[in-house]
């Protein structure tokens, strides 16, 4: 009914994937997170990087006492505008959240 209330929802912007996992993997160290843009799927993307972000081998072993990953965003706006007529939240709304749930769940 308001197709602009997001104009990202629907299949041409979001691709499914099957993913494998790593089973018995040596896991390279992540050495910085860049968030170029705001993600489709919040919800997993604010898990994965927790978890990149406290670190350890696998992501997400790490704890609250060791050096974190630094994160960087290109563009900290937190609302644009866009056809529908009132702002939707951009990058820096993600990244206020990302921070909110690492300090929640980490402390």
Known sequence: Q???IYPFQGSKYYIKRKYQPLEGKIYEPVEAVMILHDPLDWAIEAQVLTDVLIGG????????????VPIYIS??????????????????AFAD???LLFEKRFG
């Open 2 to 4: 308001f197709p602009a």
């Open 57 to 68: 081998s696998p992501p997400g072993a790490g704890n609250s006492d060791s050096t974190h």
């Open 97 to 99: 959240i990302l921070r």
């Open 75 to 92: 563009n900290p706006d937190f609302t644009f505008a866009g056809e529908y007529p009132f702002t939707r939240f951009a990058a820096g």
